[in-house]
């Protein structure tokens, strides 16, 4: 049985029929990988020590604790069919201020520490949300970095803290993140194949 792209060719010459034939299975390809990028999964490798030991950045660069950087994959989707949680490692878009305050912007990957509404303050390394000490045994035991009162999240702030508190510029430095730019939650890392696995 022949389909469309059979028909659309046969009626050329050789070899233009095989050049046709190629083209247009590159160019579908490519636009899989394409869409499959902007809509369901995309790759992004960690450039700092923000989330150490939880996801390694590369030495020698302060506080890395690998040889290479890990490469995760983020679901771009999922936040449409579920809110996210507490506890979620997410890629987002920092704010504009970001940049003045830590020197870096763009796209960053910390843990989703505080939700919509929260009482969120630090005091002596310990978070607290809603007045309770929060529960978080992926934390660095190193310095924890600046401490802050307490702040009520609007709806649709959210939180983000690395995990390497004494390392990470984070929500404490340059406020909440809104739900527009939140990406996706890291869900695996696929490179170096010695850390492969789900998160």
């Not at 995309?42 to 890395?64: D, K, V």
């Not at 069919?81 to 940049?99: K, L, M, N």
């Not at 529960?135 to 390497?164: C, I, K, Q, S």
Request: proline share 9%; aromatic share 8%.
């Amino acid at each position: 049985m022949s389909g469309p792209l059979d028909r659309l060719t046969s009626a050329l010459p050789a070899p233009w029929d095989t050049i046709v034939d190629w083209a247009v299975t590159i160019a579908i390809a490519v636009a899989a990988v394409l869409a499959i990028k902007a809509w369901v999964v995309n790759p992004y490798r960690i450039p700092s020590s923000s989330m150490e030991p939880t996801l390694h950045c590369a030495a020698p660069e302060p506080g890395c604790q690998a040889g290479s950087s890990d490469r995760v994959l983020a679901n771009r989707f999922i936040y449409r069919f579920r809110d996210p949680e507490r506890g979620d490692i997410v890629v987002f878009q920092t704010p504009e201020r970001a940049v003045e305050r830590c020197g870096a912007g763009g796209t960053f990957v910390k843990r989703l520490v505080g939700l919509p509404g929260d009482r969120i303050a630090m005091t002596r390394g310990v978070l607290r949300v809603n007045g309770q000490p929060l529960d978080e045994p992926y934390v660095n035991g190193g310095p924890h970095g600046r401490d802050f009162g307490e702040r009520t999240l609007g709806a649709d702030e959210y939180f983000m803290m690395g995990d390497n508190r004494g390392q990470s510029c984070d929500s404490r430095e340059w406020g909440p993140v809104s739900r527009e730019d939140l990406i996706g939650p890291v869900f695996a890392v696929y490179w170096p194949l010695t850390r492969l696995g789900l998160r």
